[in-house]
């Protein structure tokens, strides 16, 4: 079984900044794609930023520029740095991995979500 934790969700005025932690545990083996979704309300899930084991990270056009997705392979973790946060960066965010296991199976997992709120 494999659980995904996040943390670091909260209100902040716009322009301010949030760091996202998403800690992976469980039966791992390894670690393939983490990557962060977003869900504001009335709204389909969107993926903001993703990073694979060893390649080069993606993000939304919205968020180019202003948020920075990392990750520590050791400690199974990824990371979501928000900076110049805008009030429609307002939405519920969900960490995601894809994990292999050690009864040798993929697994896809995600978080339970982090509100992220961005409001005077």
């Known amino acids: 079984q494999v659980q995904l934790v996040e943390s670091g969700g909260g209100l902040v005025q716009p322009g301010g900044s949030l760091r996202l932690s998403c800690a992976a545990s469980?039966?791992?083996?390894?670690?393939?794609?983490m990557g962060w979704y977003r869900q504001a309300p009335g709204k389909q899930r969107e993926l903001v930023a993703s990073?694979?084991?060893?390649?080069?990270?993606n993000y939304a056009d919205s968020v180019v520029g202003r948020f920075t997705i990392s990750r520590d392979n050791a400690k199974n973790t990824v990371y979501l740095q928000m900076n110049s946060l805008k009030p429609e960066d307002t939405a519920v965010y969900y960490c995601?991995?894809?994990?292999?296991?050690?009864?040798?199976?993929?697994?896809?997992?995600w978080g339970q979500g982090t509100q992220v709120t961005v409001s005077s």
């Open positions: 995601n991995a894809v994990v292999f296991t050690q009864a040798g199976t993929f697994h896809g997992a």
């Open positions: 469980g039966s791992i083996v390894r670690v393939g794609f």
């Open positions: 990073i694979p084991a060893g390649g080069s990270t």
